[in-house]
């Protein structure tokens, strides 16, 4: 039941990763949160691997979360003459919403929205930044480019517009549906893609509707202009570099990677790292030295969890990913410089009774060298208070909320346990200590320090912490 670790871990299921036994080797080696990557499979294979990941948690008797993560709009042009296009740099070409195949002087570009958004100086890039057009002059339905990086362009290749807000939400008609899906399946976090601004999280929330929580994908520039307003109002954040690697120069992403952790670290919002981390594992056994230090570059910036995409969904060693991944996040928490780093970065608490007693909780199990911090909560909130804490020693949960339990899967050093509120101090002591035992998260002679809510029950309202001695 235990992870020796404190980081979490997200695979993603795939034609590489969907039976039962191949999900369980992958729980085992280190999974906590699998994701279903709706840009990919029909809703009978996702309902399927749902199924699975159900079955082993009842199997394992451990909370395990599941992540859906939407496809989000789609931005392509459309078809070439002849199925392709040689863009030579220098040349002047036409963009337009004419659907016919495009030729030496124009290319389709089938999204009315676009030519609301760019202006003179605009880049569009495309084929995932390999080529790149800079607008000379902008119409209703109509662009004049030069072509600046050259290439040969295909069919329906996808576009990027860098730095323009553009006039689109992040639920397309195929979201919506898959979105109801997901709902209707029970998932516990809902990944939105492409959010650039406040409003698209307000307008996901009201169809959501409390069914799931949601973990917005920052993959746009334009949404970090809001950052601290699209964290406050996510539930979860994705650090997706992929998109945000095309459509920024790559030298900025490392930067931008840690500015967006420490945003959430702040409001005390889970981190996902994502895309590229072990993409040599995708084909090889084994990860370059450069992909094992950029994980571990994430786990010392303090990050909640990090994630592998095609390297389990439709990689050759799905399986060797997920336990490299594990050994790399071990060695960085075993490092004394790694929680001297959490050390410095450490978040003031909020002049809040909550917050006051979880970063005491803190202070008193590192003074006292307590097993663990055990959390009651219903909610979930207290535990995100605690993690966003960063105690030496582990987290445990205890609720009676199994979707409270697989949404803190997430969560930085958080292990969850269902079990029964509590009703008075002494059960409450008196479970925690016989859990944590049972959980191997103590032994005998050994303290506990314990946060709880009066009156036991009520979301948000941490108020106690008791020191606990196991006998």
Same mark, same amino acid.
């Given at each position: 039941?235990?992870?020796?670790?404190?980081?979490?871990?997200?695979?993603?299921?795939?034609?590489?990763?969907? !039976?039962?036994?191949?999900?369980?080797?992958?729980?085992?080696?280190?999974?906590?949160?699998?994701?279903?990557?709706?840009?990919?499979?029909?809703?009978?294979?996702?309902?399927?691997?749902?199924?699975?990941?159900?079955?082993?948690?009842?199997?394992?008797?451990?909370?395990?979360?599941?992540?859906?993560?939407?496809?989000?709009?789609?931005?392509?042009?459309?078809?070439?003459?002849?199925?392709?296009?040689?863009?030579?740099?220098?040349?002047?070409?036409?963009?337009?919403?004419?659907?016919?195949?495009?030729?030496?002087?124009?290319?389709?570009?089938?999204?009315?929205?676009?030519?609301?958004?760019?202006?003179?100086?605009?880049?569009?890039?495309?084929?995932?930044?390999?080529?790149?057009?800079?607008?000379?002059?902008?119409?209703?339905?109509?662009?004049?480019?030069?072509?600046?990086?050259?290439?040969?362009?295909?069919?329906?290749?996808?576009?990027?517009?860098?730095?323009?807000?553009?006039?689109?939400?992040?639920?397309?008609?195929?979201?919506?549906?898959?979105?109801?899906?997901?709902?209707?399946?029970?998932?516990?976090?809902?990944?939105?893609?492409?959010?650039?601004?406040?409003?698209?999280?307000?307008?996901?929330?009201?169809?959501?509707?409390?069914?799931?929580?949601?973990?917005?994908?920052?993959?746009?520039?334009?949404?970090?202009?809001?950052?601290?307003?699209?964290?406050?109002?996510?539930?979860?954040?994705?650090?997706?570099?992929?998109?945000?690697?095309?459509?920024?120069?790559?030298?900025?992403?490392?930067?931008?990677?840690?500015?967006?952790?420490?945003?959430?670290?702040?409001?005390?919002?889970?981190?996902?790292?994502?895309?590229?981390?072990?993409?040599?594992?995708?084909?090889?056994?084994?990860?370059?030295?450069?992909?094992?230090?950029?994980?571990?570059?994430?786990?010392?910036?303090?990050?909640?969890?990090?994630?592998?995409?095609?390297?389990?969904?439709?990689?050759?060693?799905?399986?060797?990913?997920?336990?490299?991944?594990?050994?790399?996040?071990?060695?960085?928490?075993?490092?004394?410089?790694?929680?001297?780093?959490?050390?410095?970065?450490?978040?003031?608490?909020?002049?809040?009774?909550?917050?006051?007693?979880?970063?005491?909780?803190?202070?008193?199990?590192?003074?006292?060298?307590?097993?663990?911090?055990? !959390?009651?909560?219903?909610?979930?909130?207290?535990?995100?208070?605690?993690?966003?804490?960063?105690?030496?020693?582990?987290?445990?949960?205890?609720?009676?909320?199994?979707?409270?339990?697989?949404?803190?899967?997430?969560?930085?050093?958080?292990?969850?346990?269902?079990?029964?509120?509590?009703?008075?101090?002494?059960?409450?002591?008196?479970?925690?200590?016989?859990?944590?035992?049972?959980?191997?998260?103590?032994?005998?002679?050994?303290?506990?320090?314990?946060?709880?809510?009066?009156?036991?029950?009520?979301?948000?309202?941490?108020?106690?912490?008791?020191?606990?001695?196991?006998?």
């Amino acid at each position: 039941m235990r992870r020796l670790r404190q980081a979490k871990i997200v695979a993603t299921l795939g034609p590489a990763s969907e !039976t039962p036994e191949i999900i369980r080797s992958l729980f085992e080696a280190g999974a906590d949160v699998f994701r279903l990557n709706f840009s990919h499979g029909s809703h009978a294979d996702h309902a399927r691997r749902v199924a699975t990941i159900r079955a082993l948690e009842r199997a394992v008797g451990r909370p395990i979360g599941i992540l859906t993560d939407l496809q989000g709009p789609k931005l392509r042009v459309g078809s070439m003459e002849g199925g392709a296009l040689n863009l030579v740099r220098g040349a002047t070409i036409r963009v337009d919403l004419d659907k016919t195949p495009g030729n030496a002087n124009r290319i389709p570009l089938p999204h009315p929205e676009i030519f609301r958004a760019i202006s003179e100086g605009t880049d569009l890039l495309l084929d995932d930044g390999k080529l790149r057009l800079r607008v000379t002059e902008a119409g209703a339905d109509f662009a004049i480019t030069e072509v600046i990086t050259g290439g040969t362009l295909t069919n329906n290749k996808g576009l990027n517009v860098p730095n323009a807000m553009l006039p689109i939400s992040p639920l397309t008609p195929k979201d919506r549906k898959d979105l109801d899906f997901a709902l209707d399946q029970g998932v516990d976090y809902i990944g939105l893609s492409f959010v650039q601004r406040p409003a698209d999280i307000a307008e996901a929330r009201r169809l959501i509707a409390g069914r799931a929580a949601i973990m917005s994908k920052l993959e746009k520039p334009a949404a970090i202009e809001h950052l601290d307003e699209i964290v406050s109002q996510s539930d979860a954040v994705m650090v997706a570099r992929g998109d945000l690697g095309v459509e920024l120069p790559p030298e900025d992403v490392p930067s931008l990677q840690k500015q967006i952790i420490r945003e959430c670290r702040e409001q005390g919002k889970p981190v996902v790292v994502a895309t590229q981390m072990l993409e040599s594992m995708i084909s090889a056994p084994a990860p370059t030295r450069a992909e094992a230090s950029d994980v571990a570059t994430a786990i010392y910036d303090g990050a909640d969890a990090v994630m592998l995409s095609a390297e389990t969904a439709s990689g050759q060693y799905p399986l060797e990913a997920v336990a490299m991944m594990n050994r790399i996040i071990l060695r960085v928490e075993r490092d004394p410089i790694f929680w001297a780093q959490l050390e410095t970065t450490h978040q003031d608490p909020e002049a809040t009774a909550p917050d006051a007693i979880t970063a005491a909780a803190r202070q008193v199990a590192h003074t006292i060298s307590a097993a663990a911090i055990v !959390t009651y909560t219903t909610s979930g909130s207290t535990a995100l208070r605690a993690a966003r804490e960063r105690p030496d020693v582990p987290i445990l949960c205890l609720t009676e909320k199994p979707a409270a339990a697989r949404r803190l899967a997430v969560a930085w050093g958080v292990q969850c346990v269902l079990t029964e509120d509590v009703q008075d101090f002494s059960d409450m002591v008196v479970k925690a200590c016989a859990i944590a035992v049972q959980y191997d998260f103590a032994r005998t002679t050994k303290s506990l320090v314990i946060t709880a809510g009066v009156p036991f029950g009520t979301p948000g309202a941490t108020n106690i912490l008791r020191i606990a001695w196991i006998s």
